[in-house]
């Protein structure tokens, strides 16, 4: 049926296309060569500011385009922008690379740089930062802009091309008038690929078409930066919520990619001649984390939130999911993941021996009275649910008192604001977010109202240190201290360094290894 919806639009799709400014991208006089991918979950949110989600983002990689962005070693380079200058301590000038061109035509101009960044600013971990220290983004003329600073920001270049979501994705002028939390009248950017609506149904698929218009960069791509040249005409992004039918799909050659390959079918992948495995290392690894409440007794005392140290010992949870050692890093014990750049195990907590019986000899050690902990369980996905019940059976032979309250992810979130309903739950995040203090979830949102309510004066002075440092050395340093603090306060437990595979078709080539799906460079061979 999705197929034959495909067929009776595309007809009319150059006629739809036009009626909102988008020109037909598919070549007239040959075959069209397309790549089906299944993605983590269906793409409802279609503004790139509107949202947090990863899901989003991956979308807005693929359709928006960014001014910097981050390579495989995680530094930041340029990608709209072609040079930049700080003129002092508080101006900034950027100018842009020539031929950058909207989806409907019209250039990319510095006025659309000065609203997008405007719009973004107030939305994002990492634009917030930028907006606290800046005065203005002027645009000087059609090419160049400016921002004018309150206060000396070191962290301007990793603010505009960090990948923290949602990230400075620029947009035509008008469309950032749209208040965010209401529809975009159109999706129009000047990424390498076009969303075209005319072949969008909401629940079942969407198709995104080359942009014959887009200059890639001179540079090989490498990660988000360098050259984004796409090989494809079209790329179709299906909903197959069920990860068996993915499964089942891929390894049949009825779609090309999964994002995410079910832990528990990795074997059988693995052994098809036809699909590629791809595992990932360091900014592209999830890490797993117990979110602890501080308000909730008896995790108001430190003193017992230390104790899950001694028995959270960082492999258990990824063995239990079922991943090998090659999708795992067994025993990291850095707050900021291990293989990226701030790794530090300063101020580790972890003892020598991480057991369940050194986590009862620690317990006893406190003034824990038998008070019920109560564990929550995200039933929806695998590693929610897995990591959960670890917690629980480890707390369980430790000595707490303790309970499991299963629910789906959606109400999770939503409970997880009474302060008196839980005191821990599972989840994991990618190392994108979560390589970098000032994007960490569990760092960065230090004394904030949210949800754990974490509050620690040797985090905010780390925090400060970090994003006041003037070079990454500093920076290093400001990490360091803010591990120490993170440590002794916890504000959150891990509970493993972990890759969530993808998989395709072998007869695609040249894929970039990278957590966030990215589909230019690549080569079809069909």
């Not at 049949?252 to 699909?275: K, M, R």
């Not at 690894?285 to 995790?299: A, E, I, V």
């Not at 400060?464 to 993170?486: T, V």
Request: glycine share 6%.
């Amino acid at each position: 049926m999705r197929d034959l919806k495909a067929v009776l639009n595309l007809a009319a799709a150059a006629c739809i296309a036009a009626s909102v400014g988008v020109a037909s991208t598919l070549p007239a006089h040959a075959a069209t060569k397309s790549v089906t991918a299944v993605l983590e979950a269906e793409i409802v949110t279609l503004d790139p500011h509107g949202t947090s989600a990863y899901i989003t983002r991956t979308f807005g990689y693929m359709v928006f385009d960014t001014l910097f962005a981050m390579d495989s070693n995680g530094a930041i380079q340029p990608e709209m922008v072609d040079s930049w200058e700080q003129v002092d301590d508080l101006t900034w000038t950027f100018t842009l690379r020539d031929g950058l061109t909207f989806h409907d035509g019209t250039p990319v101009t510095a006025t659309d740089v000065a609203a997008s960044l405007k719009r973004w600013w107030s939305l994002s971990t990492m634009g917030r930062l930028l907006k606290a220290a800046a005065k203005d983004v002027v645009a000087k003329d059609d090419k160049t802009f400016e921002i004018q600073l309150a206060e000396p920001f070191p962290l301007m270049l990793t603010s505009l091309g960090h990948p923290n979501s949602p990230a400075p994705f620029i947009m035509p002028a008008r469309l950032t008038e749209t208040p965010v939390g209401q529809p975009l009248p159109e999706i129009i950017g000047s990424g390498p690929f076009v969303f075209d609506a005319s072949r969008h149904f909401p629940g079942d698929s969407m198709t995104l078409t080359r942009f014959e218009d887009y200059k890639p960069r001179d540079e090989p791509a490498d990660f988000l930066a360098g050259g984004k040249v796409v090989n494809i005409d079209e790329l179709k992004i299906e909903v197959i919520p069920d990860s068996m039918t993915a499964t089942t799909a891929l390894s049949a050659g009825e779609i090309d990619y999964i994002q995410y390959a079910p832990f528990d079918l990795l074997p059988i992948l693995e052994q098809d001649p036809n699909v590629t495995v791809m595992g990932f290392q360091g900014l592209n690894m999830f890490q797993g984390y117990y979110p602890l409440n501080w308000r909730n007794p008896p995790f108001d005392d430190p003193a017992i939130r230390r104790v899950l140290w001694n028995f959270v010992d960082q492999s258990s949870v990824p063995i239990a999911l079922g991943l090998s050692e090659e999708y795992m890093v067994p025993g990291c014990q850095s707050y900021f993941m291990c293989g990226t750049p701030y790794e530090t195990t300063a101020g580790s907590q972890f003892p020598d021996e991480i057991s369940v019986e050194a986590g009862r000899k620690a317990l006893a050690e406190t003034d824990y009275d038998g008070e019920e902990i109560v564990v929550f369980q995200g039933t929806d996905i695998e590693a929610l649910r897995v990591s959960s019940a670890v917690l629980y059976e480890w707390m369980r032979q430790v000595g707490f008192n303790v309970r499991i309250e299963a629910m789906d992810w959606a109400t999770l979130l939503s409970r997880r604001k009474n302060e008196n309903e839980w005191h821990a739950y599972g989840v994991h995040a990618l190392g994108l977010d979560l390589g970098n203090p000032l994007s960490h979830f569990w760092i960065a949102r230090n004394c904030v109202d949210f949800p754990g309510w974490f509050c620690d004066e040797g985090i905010t002075a780390g925090l400060d240190a970090f994003k006041e440092a003037p070079d990454d050395d500093g920076r290093k340093a400001a990490a360091a201290q803010i591990s120490e603090a993170a440590f002794e306060s916890v504000p959150a437990v891990m509970w493993g360094q972990f890759a969530q595979p993808a998989a395709y078709r072998s007869d695609i080539s040249n894929i970039i290894p990278s957590a966030i799906p990215l589909f230019w460079n690549l080569e079809v061979d069909r």
